[in-house]
């Protein structure tokens, strides 16, 4: 049995098509079912249904034998215990600082409000930049209009959520995609299965640019 971690939302419908080049059908929908185990058409892969946060960890200690993340959630984790195999090019989006659209150009000490920590503290640390990192969990875009942070550090897609906050982008810190991640031991065990499932990836990603 192969399982792979996968989370809700815009990464699992992304990660849908790519899947099926190998086969691998969910038989039910994560959106109306509570399951957290998923089979799929093939009897010897699983889905388990997580927190995006959460699949580093899956895959790291072997609990899921690869899994879909994205790069921000990698960079963040730290993914030295986990194989990087491929970039799936899917749920792209941009890692960003913002500020209050009338706000200055950020100078002297600041206070960013953010739930990439490690990586706000290594791009201000990178810039020079005396940045004291708040952690948050959610609603990051609230910091900067109460007078928490100067400024966030978060993903933008369409920048929609940041305007209706009145908040602009700033400045790029990455480009961020969905990248398969594969657990180190699952690799040696259950190498054949992987590899062939890595290689149905790379071909439908190949038709698909
Ligand atoms: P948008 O309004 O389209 O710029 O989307 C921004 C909101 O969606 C922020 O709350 C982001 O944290 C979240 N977001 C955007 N893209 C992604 C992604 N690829 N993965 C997870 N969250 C995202």
Known sequence: MITIAVSKGRIYEDALPLLAAAGIVPIDDPKTCRKLILATTRPDVQLVIIRATDVPTFVEYGAADMGVAGKDVLLEHGAEGLYEPLDL??????????????????????????????????????????????????????????????????????????KANDLEPRELIMDISSRLVVNKASMKMKHGAITDLISHFEKALAIRN
């Open 89 to 162: 090019k899917i749920a792209g989006c941009r890692l960003m600082t913002a500020t209050h659209k009338d706000a200055p150009e950020l100078s002297g000490r600041i206070r960013v409000a953010t739930k990439y920590v490690k990586i706000a503290q290594s791009y201000f640390a990178s810039k020079g930049i005396q940045a004291e990192i708040i952690k948050l969990y959610g609603s990051m875009e609230l910091a900067p209009l109460v007078g928490l942070a100067d400024c966030i550090v978060d993903l933008v897609d369409t920048g929609n959520t940041l």
